[in-house]
């Protein structure tokens, strides 16, 4: 495989990431992309690409010739008030195009709370976030494009997200960080390097109906890494608030699911090492290296 013919249903940081990831092993791509922007060459780190106007309601139909000839299709567009838009515009097209790799982007939401214990790919989902609902209800309809024939569909749950751009270390510096009064609540979280990695390895090692928990090693409290944050700036600890006063109705959610992610099935699958095993890797990078 020399060149990679990918199309990315959103263009956000993960898949950045993922492009990022394919051009640095030196393969060449053709890449097309959509975005709520207008249907426009694009470039990123001096690579041009074209990218196609897609929103809830309209989309611009040349992208679906794009879409057709697409070896490789990225899902990375969360549901919409409850709707997967690439499910609801492009199924039948999809089911008729000849790639041969197609990754959803879910999250692990979909877990629900599990009141602080480990959960696996087998473990009951029972979302109870409008987000997290709506995710297992789009990973269902992408699984069932599947049934009538070996449908190149694979899932993965993310866990929270964090870059050497977003992290709690530049939220703490911008005093956007309040530590919450919530016990027993634990969350897994990865770091966007390590998702384009394990996606550049399923290129190569891929198999049909699965789905992966993308996260790290350590599940902690959010709290367990502020107050780390906190010990490498040597600052004073923020306030604490209490869950009922938090304005942000999603954060709010999120304080309602306790759980911890297992990634075995993830290493295991794809033999990966991850670059940042837990966030005291990953926030000391960000420290040593980028602020």
Partial sequence: MNNVNIFCFGFGQVAKSFINKIRSENFKISLSTTSTSKTCKKNI?????????L???FYDENLIKKLKDADYILVSIPPINGIDIVIKNFSKNIKKCKAKWITYLSATSVYGDHNGEWVNEESITKPTSPNGIARLAAEKSWLSLGT???????????SGIYSNKSNVLFRLKSGNVNLINKQNHFFSRIHVEDI????????FNFKSGEIYNISDDKPSSSEEVILYGIKLFNMNKPKTIEVKDIKSE??????????????????????HNLKFS????GLNYIRDNII
Avoid at 149 to 157: A, D, G, L, S, Y
Avoid at 251 to 271: E, G, H, I, R
């Fill in 55 to 57: 929103n809830k309601e």
């Fill in 148 to 158: 009538d024939k070996n449908f190149p569909i694979q899932i993965f749950r993310l």
């Fill in 278 to 281: 837990t966030y005291v890797e």
């Fill in 196 to 203: 384009s990695s394990i996606l550049f390895k399923s290129l």
């Fill in 45 to 53: 780190n001096s690579f041009d690409y074209e990218n196609y106007f």
């Fill in 250 to 271: 999603m954060l709010k959610n999120f304080y309602k699911d306790s759980k911890k992610v297992s990634n075995k099935k993830m290493k295991n699958f794809f033999n």
